[in-house]
């Protein structure tokens, strides 16, 4: 069951796409002055050590990270997310990758609320290690103030499940990130049903589904069975880094698909997208997809989708 380790791929081009669209949408609910809850369903273990065994085995920073790290013409959204990585990695050596639940953390402000679900038992005792470690260093610094536990929560659970519990937020407002394993093929069916479910408890909350562009039957269609669960506005966009190799097993496409996001998302990845194809891009079948659309419902309760 446990066989996924999140350390084998960190920093690689999709987790690139993932944080990058991530850390928009935080900054876009950063935009009002109401706190939110963030919830990571599959946060893993919040940071990684780029030169550790498992790392440097597969090397897969180099498909992502590495790439950007040294660029001096990267767009200024893109710019945001290197100096976040940047930031973790003083020294200047690119070191540590920052999971998706460290990036919440450091774009989410003191009053949002953090909530994270990770089932791996050493996975979730690294995150929860990494947060307590992160809250000591702050209160050291004057910073945070320790025992801040409040806002932010590491559970060692089925996000599929535990998200449930968390909708709606107390404030009405929420962005939920999705990104499991998909190695059990039952994931598929299982992010289709909580994002029905968590529609029906939160229609007006964000939901940002990752997802690997894959040849197995689940896979396909998926972002088309997500689109069917729309009940206001989706968007779709996929980045694909090579052209797929014959026995299918390197990842070249990923793609990150959102109910509910903010309209500022649209035109940064237009302006991103064809960036990241250049730089991380490995050959001429490197390129991006961008789609979007809106289901409006007639006074008589008809969907109409656009
Ligand atoms: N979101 C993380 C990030 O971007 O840094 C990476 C998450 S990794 C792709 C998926 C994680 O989900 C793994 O650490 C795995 O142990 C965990 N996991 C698998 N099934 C789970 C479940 N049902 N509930 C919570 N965590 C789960």
Known sequence: MFSYRHAFHAGNHADVLKHFVQIQV???????????????THAGAGVYQLDSVQATKTAEF?????????RDDL??????????????NPSGKMRYYPGSPYCAEKVARDEDRIRLFELHPSDAKIL??????LAKHEAAQGRRPQGRGKRVIVNKADGFLGVKALLPPPSRRGFVLCDPPYEDKQDYKKVTDMLGDALKRFPSGTYAVWYPVLQRIEARNFAERMKHLATGSWLNVTLTISTPTPDG?????????????????????????????KVLGRDSGAKFTLESGEVTTSKKGNAKRA
Request: no cysteine; proline share 10%; glycine share 4%.
């Open 62 to 70: 180099e498909t992502g990270i590495a790439p950007l790290w040294e």
């Open 128 to 133: 929860d290690d990494n947060f307590n470690d």
């Open 249 to 277: 097993i390197a990842l070249h496409t990923s793609g990150m698909f959102l109910l509910n996001p903010p309209y500022t998302l649209e035109p940064v990845l237009k302006e991103v997208m064809p960036y990241l194809v």
């Open 75 to 88: 767009p200024a959204p893109l710019a945001e997310y290197v100096n976040l990585v940047k930031g973790m």
């Open 26 to 40: 935080l900054n876009y609910l950063n935009q009002k002055d109401v706190a939110y809850t963030y919830i990571d």
